[in-house]
């Protein structure tokens, strides 16, 4: 991969992390530029004109100058790094598998698992709306669903897809990883806690800024 790789990130955010993670697996030489999400800035009108219109990280910009394109969504990005590798199964039902454990991340876990770490890591609880408290319950029983899941899954294997570790196992590593700043208890998924050990043991892994 010859062309330069720029990293629009916040790099508090799980999303962002699964492409800094997928690079520094890989290899590849990626630059950042940092953005404060909760002070609004990835939704000024320089950004929204000329990174994302959608006003959201992460953005993976490839190349610079007019001729720079700009990939946004943390799961494609990651694809867009580790297309040609070993990071994306061969088989094709082990690939499959896991573009549905990517599925699941986005879907299942994300949405409980990172919320609810956001509201009360860095939000704080005295801070939610009332619409925001009402949904922390539903919130953690779901999200303590998906990481039963997981568990359970992982107690058959070593990795969420495949014999190897893949795209799967780094989209579900950013936000699991740190799902204790939400409320969730990670020792009650001891597969789960071993293979978080197994993915950090992993050459070229680089820790969550």
């Known amino acids: 991969m010859t062309e330069s790789l720029i990293l629009h990130e916040d790099p508090r955010s799980g999303n962002c992390y699964k492409i800094r993670l997928t690079a520094a697996l890989l290899g590849l030489p990626l630059e950042t530029l940092q953005y404060d999400i909760m002070k609004g800035e990835t939704r000024t009108p320089e950004f929204l004109a000329n990174i994302n219109r959608n006003g959201r990280i992460p953005v993976l910009q490839i190349g610079e100058g007019p001729n720079a394109r700009f990939l946004p969504e943390s799961n494609a990005a990651c694809w867009y790094l580790a297309s040609g590798s070993a990071l994306i199964p061969e088989d094709r039902f082990a690939q499959a598998d896991m573009l549905r454990w990517m599925f699941f991340e986005q879907y299942n876990h994300e949405p409980n698992v990172a919320t609810l770490r956001f509201w009360l890591h860095f939000v704080g609880e005295a ?56 409320g969730f208890g990670l020792d009650d998924y001891p597969s789960l806690c071993r293979w978080l050990e197994r993915v950090q043991a992993l050459p070229g892994f680089v820790p969550m800024d």
């Open 127 to 182: 801070n939610l709306s009332i619409q925001q408290s009402g949904q922390i319950m539903a919130k953690r029983v779901a999200g303590c669903e998906a990481l039963r899941l997981m568990d359970e899954h992982l107690s058959r294997g070593d990795w969420m897809a495949g014999n190897s570790v893949t795209l799967a196992d780094i989209a579900l590593f950013a936000y699991t990883h740190v799902a204790e700043e939400g």
